[in-house]
């Protein structure tokens, strides 16, 4: 069965710093991926999105960026965050683009930038 | 671009009531997904609904899309604790299969 991973579960960093949040997803390939964000009191909001290795899409302009190194990899970057940059993020995977293809999603990091 | 409207933004029931949460599309929809989350954690997905009229249940959650595919309702039945929660309606936007949500619904079940 597929499963996603989503590392660390909570993170606090001071603002400036550097933020790597990794994803990885086993028991499937090629999977679409997809990196959200959700800020405390607002729905969860598209950030990055990739269909391959090496292709991201950026939904939103920002201070944050992605890679997909690997198939099953998919990472989150800042290099140098901001207040604003606190939030709940999620990353899922996607089996194939379609209608009929549910996302599903990894347990979540808590980012707390101070 | 498309929005999803979901209401109401919270709700709070004696356990053992009924309660139904809405999602309204400002387009239409051309596949509706219900999550539910608890506070500080992953989406879990619930089901997904295509066809305008269709009608979906697993275990006391029944979700149903309207004929004209723009509102889709979701329905607990019986509501016990374990129903406590985040539930998100999310749509599909442009063909990569990614997907816009709504703002979330906080149910809260008393014992």
């Known amino acids: 069965s597929q499963t996603i991973h989503q590392w660390p579960a909570t993170l606090v960093q001071p603002v400036g710093s550097p933020l790597s949040l990794e994803c990885t997803v086993e028991?499937?390939?090629?999977?679409?991926l997809y990196w959200y964000r959700q800020a405390a009191g607002r729905g969860l909001q598209l950030l990055f999105y990739s269909v391959g290795i090496g292709q991201i899409s950026s939904e939103v302009p920002q201070n944050l960026s992605a890679s997909r190194p690997q198939d099953r990899q998919f990472i989150l970057s800042s290099k140098k965050l901001l207040l604003s940059d606190s939030g709940f993020y999620l990353c899922?995977?996607?089996?194939?683009?379609?209608?009929?293809?549910?996302?599903?999603f990894g347990n979540g990091t808590r980012l707390t930038v101070t | 671009s498309q929005e999803l409207e979901q209401s109401p933004q919270s709700l709070i029931v004696q356990e053992g009531k009924n309660l139904t949460i809405n999602c309204t599309s400002s387009k239409t929809l051309y596949g509706l997904y219900w999550y539910k989350q608890k506070y500080g954690e992953g989406l879990i997905f619930l089901m997904m609904l295509q066809k305008g009229g269709e009608e979906k249940s697993h275990e006391k959650i029944t979700a149903k899309l309207d004929e004209k595919k723009q509102q889709s309702s979701l329905h607990i039945t019986a509501s016990q604790p374990s129903h406590a929660g985040i539930y998100l309606c999310g749509a599909p936007s442009g063909n990569t299969g990614k997907l816009i949500f709504g703002q979330g619904t906080t149910l809260q079940v008393k014992p």
């Open positions: 028991g499937t390939s090629n999977p679409n």
């Open positions: 899922a995977w996607s089996g194939r683009v379609g209608i009929n293809s549910p996302l599903h």
